[in-house]
């Protein structure tokens, strides 16, 4: 039996620019709802299709300069792809705008900046 192997750590790149990032969660909401019809058997029979909506969540460290201005974030490109190199698929979110800005310190580790991130297309290359 062959040894896999796993996505792990990932690299994130936005507009070019490399992004020291701890943690992302990305959220696709399909846009399907659900139809419910009245019949005699008293339940739905399909869905309808709609729009689908791409959401990112990012922490990152906060760095003392150069950080960026993540408020005002709008049309950016964000990719993101494994760390090891070795034939891993890169997705890229196009259209990319920000939606939420906060931070947190805490007194044991550094301190994070967390980004709401809203992307109108989602790519695999």
Excluded: H
């Amino acid at each position: 039996m062959a040894l896999e192997e796993y996505v792990g750590s990932i690299i994130l790149e936005m507009d070019g620019q490399e992004i020291e990032v701890t943690d992302l969660k990305e959220d696709v909401t399909t846009g399907r709802k659900l139809v419910k019809t009245m019949n005699k058997t008293g339940r739905a029979k399909g869905f309808a299709r709609g729009i689908a909506e791409y959401q990112l969540t990012i922490s990152v460290v906060v760095p003392l300069t150069g950080d960026l201005d993540w408020e005002a974030m709008e049309g950016s490109k964000i990719t993101q792809y494994p760390l090891s190199g070795s034939g891993g698929k890169r997705v890229s979110y196009l259209d990319c705008f920000s939606t939420q800005v906060g931070a947190t310190y805490t007194v044991d580790n550094e301190a994070k900046r967390d980004i709401t991130v809203s992307a109108l297309r989602r790519v695999t290359e």
